[in-house]
């Protein structure tokens, strides 16, 4: 497996516009994790989902932010109206608990820049 | 509410010398707690990890130390090398139930010749 898959690796945009983060997880894996990076804040997760469907997303800092996942194997997170306080470093992660621990294998990353 | 507390926030360490990085918990109900390293330009990849059934785990150069009723963590490199020169952050959460990992802030080491 090509391990976690996200695309754009960078995004320039301008305030107001919106943004589309992609993410394919590693095929079998069952729960998939968006977080978000800044040097201020370290890494933040944003929203979770099991089997598609979003478990816990208290992270997501306001209704700018959503996500969906229409399938196993692909997740969106988009950002309408952008703004340059999104700018950061946003990572997804899939993972196969196993009850012993569970591993999260994470992406690249996107890095986003909001001007 | 900062779950999980890492320290120092950067450390510099001559080759060949012992990198130690702290955390702490609040949530007793964490039972998993890995640490995770990670490259400029990369995600994070899990190093190692340890259950709070044990002390101590070790592998190769890396060992965790365990407290459990300090609620405390460490990671220990060990014979440091220029190569083990990233971010390194420490996580932690539950085996069962809500899997989601709750970072530290992350350690940049630098590790010079």
Same mark, same amino acid.
């Given at each position: 497996?090509?391990?976690?898959?996200?695309?754009?690796?960078?995004?320039?945009?301008?305030?107001?516009?919106?943004?589309?983060?992609? =993410?394919?997880?590693?095929?079998?894996?069952?729960?998939? #994790?968006?977080?978000?990076?800044?040097?201020?804040?370290?890494?933040?997760?944003?929203?979770?989902?099991?089997?598609?469907?979003?478990?816990?997303?208290?992270?997501?800092?306001?209704?700018?932010?959503?996500?969906?996942?229409?399938?196993?194997?692909?997740?969106?997170?988009?950002?309408?109206?952008?703004?340059?306080?999104?700018?950061?470093?946003? #990572? =997804?992660?899939?993972?196969?608990?196993?009850?012993?621990?569970?591993?999260?294998? #994470?992406?690249?990353?996107?890095?986003?820049?909001?001007? | 509410?900062?779950?999980?507390?890492?320290?120092?926030? +950067?450390?510099?360490?001559?080759?060949?010398?012992?990198?130690?990085?702290?955390? *702490?918990?609040?949530?007793?109900?964490?039972?998993?707690?890995?640490?995770?390293?990670?490259?400029?330009?990369?995600?994070? $990849?899990?190093?190692? $990890?340890?259950?709070?059934?044990?002390?101590?785990?070790?592998?190769?150069?890396?060992?965790?130390?365990?407290?459990?009723?300090?609620?405390?963590?460490?990671?220990?490199?060990?014979? +440091?090398?220029?190569?083990?020169?990233?971010?390194?952050?420490? *996580? *932690? +959460?539950?085996? *069962?139930?809500?899997?989601?990992?709750?970072?530290?802030?992350?350690?940049?080491?630098?590790?010079?010749?």
């Amino acid at each position: 497996d090509a391990g976690v898959i996200q695309s754009p690796r960078h995004e320039v945009t301008e305030m107001g516009q919106e943004v589309t983060l992609r =993410c394919k997880p590693i095929s079998g894996h069952d729960y998939l #994790f968006w977080y978000r990076q800044t040097m201020m804040r370290g890494l933040e997760l944003l929203i979770y989902f099991n089997n598609n469907v979003p478990i816990d997303d208290s992270g997501m800092p306001e209704d700018r932010f959503s996500a969906k996942m229409p399938n196993a194997s692909f997740s969106t997170l988009k950002i309408q109206p952008s703004e340059p306080r999104d700018s950061a470093v946003y #990572f =997804c992660a899939s993972s196969f608990p196993t009850g012993k621990g569970t591993e999260a294998f #994470f992406g690249q990353g996107t890095r986003l820049t909001v001007v | 509410q900062q779950q999980v507390k890492q320290s120092p926030q +950067s450390l510099i360490v001559q080759k060949g010398g012992i990198s130690i990085i702290n955390c *702490a918990y609040e949530n007793t109900a964490f039972d998993y707690f890995p640490w995770y390293q990670q490259f400029p330009g990369k995600g994070p $990849a899990l190093l190692i $990890a340890i259950r709070p059934d044990v002390s101590e785990k070790k592998e190769g150069r890396f060992t965790i130390s365990f407290n459990k009723s300090a609620k405390q963590f460490s990671l220990h490199i060990m014979d +440091s090398q220029p190569g083990d020169s990233a971010t390194y952050f420490c *996580a *932690a +959460s539950r085996r *069962a139930g809500s899997y989601q990992l709750t970072f530290g802030k992350g350690t940049k080491l630098s590790v010079i010749p």
